[in-house]
């Protein structure tokens, strides 16, 4: 069976500025470097989606570390060896959640050892990560690359991210529920724990992101978003020239807005 790939990795390197969709926008992907102002900024962030059968898709976005002299080759590794796996998965397992959760884990943390000790801790990079079957969908992440949700006219938080306080305050962390800094990350061995959940598709929207976007939109302006179906195009944009920051972000900025199926009460019921 064909899967349709799509990803900002040409030619083993990150495309500055790029843009596609899938299944007929169901799927929307973008991605962004920040304002320049060092020669060797690079475009850090690898996005890429995987599409099977138009029933089954794959989404991810991967922030490497700024700092590390090979972060742009972690994020890179991470998200390409990640839809090739996809890409050469069994569709006979697809909607057994527990068995691909498994297939998915053991996955990472082979991506995890191989570029901890190819690159020696200095490649690493955060990752959110979506798997859909008719059904569910698996939600992974590492880091504070993160995936969200609107429900019952809430923004809701579907990833996890462990943080420490070392330079934001109390307050700014309560003012601002994205600003915090990243806690864990492929490339460290031994891995930390993944934060790994299960929701069922409702025909709800998701957005991945990278915290070049959760770190420059406010609450507000986010959940917009989500109210009025703002491609992942006009996102990255938005959040290079965001009013709610007072100066140019050098982070890069992804996105990937994603459009779950809905299931049936009735396919619900035979499924179980």
């Known amino acids: 069976m064909d899967t349709i790939i799509k990803s900002n990795i040409e030619n083993d390197k990150m495309v500055d500025d790029f843009s596609c969709e899938l299944l007929d926008g169901k799927i929307r992907l973008a991605s962004v470097r920040g304002y320049i102002s060092k020669p060797k900024h690079l475009q850090e962030d690898a996005v890429g989606s995987a599409v099977k059968d138009d029933r089954c898709f794959l989404n991810i976005v991967a922030d490497g570390l700024g700092g590390y002299s090979k972060s742009d080759v972690a994020s890179r590794i991470f998200v390409k060896e990640m839809l090739n796996w996809f890409a050469d998965m069994d569709m006979d397992i697809i ?27 200095k490649a690493q990079t955060t990752f959110a990560l979506s798997l859909t079957n008719k059904y569910n969908t698996i939600i992974l992440n590492l880091g504070d690359s993160t995936i969200y949700t609107y429900e019952n006219d809430e923004l809701k938080l579907l990833t996890y991210i462990k943080f420490y306080l070392t330079n934001k305050s109390y307050e700014q962390i309560r003012r601002h529920i994205f600003n915090f800094s990243v806690g864990s990350c492929i490339g460290e061995y031994p891995l930390f724990k993944i934060h790994k959940r299960l929701i069922e598709n409702e025909g709800q929207k998701l957005i991945l992101s990278s915290d070049g976007v959760t770190d420059l939109i406010s609450e507000e302006r986010f959940t917009n978003y989500f109210i009025n179906d703002t491609d992942a195009k006009t996102i990255v944009n938005d959040a290079l020239t965001s009013p709610d920051v007072v100066r140019k972000s050098e982070d890069n900025i992804s996105a990937i807005v994603v459009s779950l199926p809905k299931s049936s009460a009735k396919e619900k019921m035979l499924k179980r």
Do not use: A, C, E, V
């Not at 527990?98 to 991506?111: C, E, H, N, S």
């Not at 995890?112 to 690159?119: A, C, E, L, M, Q």
């Open 95 to 121: 909607d057994d959640t527990d068995l691909i959760m498994k297939k998915i884990t053991k996955k990472i943390r082979k991506i995890n050892r191989k570029i901890k000790f190819r690159y020696r801790g």
